[in-house]
């Protein structure tokens, strides 16, 4: 049978989501926990690979077994052999054609952005600190030049290996909540790093030091050498990834999340 998981995870010890040879990773530490809930090896297929110290509120998983085990078993089993910095949210019995990344027509990411002068403490490695005053009125307005399908080849890594720039921004939302500001994107798909590229030209303008303007000719120029500075991933939160209504598969709970 294939089993979809919902997973949450604190990304700032981990070398990201996929299995690295030298660090742990996200992808490691829920396979280990799987299998020892199966008694047989699991292989996990995820809807988004994120980066080191990228974090996910929503990360969807699906993976493939012969051991039958109910919902229960597989959320509160996998936890009970997890870190604590991940948690297995809910678990559902798909069909065979459901697959975690390729199934998946939407996603969001959330930047968080800590917002004043002094740097914060207890929020150290789950939000970006920018100690500039950040005007949100005209990082929104440059956000509205990035919606619609375009070529982002100037807002993805250098090493980016996607065989096409081309992706759709459904909706970037922005707004300030005391010292933080939170950036929501959504689009059919992401390219490597595209979400920190955006989010350091919006802080980039947000702090006057470019135009409203530049965020488009940053997107016309199709070249990454003039996109400015990659934000850090401290603040990246993968939330939310959209499935086809006929998988019927669990919705996020925005109440529970951190921002």
């Known amino acids: ?143 509205q030049h990035l919606l619609g399908k375009h070529d982002f080849n100037a807002y993805r890594a250098a090493g980016c290996q996607a065989k096409s720039p081309i992706r759709t921004v459904y909706h970037i939302d922005i707004k300030r909540i005391n010292d933080i500001i939170l950036i929501d994107v959504m689009a059919n798909a992401f390219l490597h790093h595209m979400v920190r590229n955006i989010a350091g030209v919006l802080m980039s303008i947000g702090a006057g030091e470019r135009s409203i303007q530049w965020s488009k000719e940053v997107l016309d120029s199709k070249d990454r050498c003039l996109g400015g500075i990659t934000a850090v991933p401290h603040g990246l939160y993968l939330t939310e990834i959209v499935y086809p209504e006929e998988f019927n598969l669990p919705a996020p709970d925005i109440t529970n999340m951190v921002w």
């Open 1 to 143: 049978m294939r089993i979809a998981l919902g997973i949450e995870y604190d990304g700032s010890g981990f070398c990201g989501w996929q299995i690295q040879s030298h660090s742990s990773s996200v992808q490691a530490s829920v396979e280990l926990a799987l299998r020892k809930v199966a008694n047989e090896p699991v292989r996990v297929h995820c809807a988004g690979r994120t980066d080191t110290a990228v974090h996910a509120l929503n990360q969807v998983v699906h993976f493939d077994t012969e051991s039958i085990r109910d919902s229960r078993a597989w959320v509160y089993g996998s936890n009970a052999n997890l870190p604590p910095e991940i948690s297995v949210l809910w678990s559902k019995q798909v069909p065979e054609h459901f697959h975690a990344r390729f199934s998946a027509v939407k996603r969001t990411y959330r930047y968080v952005i800590f917002n004043r002068k002094i740097r914060p403490t207890f929020l150290n490695k789950r939000v970006t600190w920018d100690y500039r005053p950040l005007a949100v009125s005209k990082m929104r307005e440059a956000a």
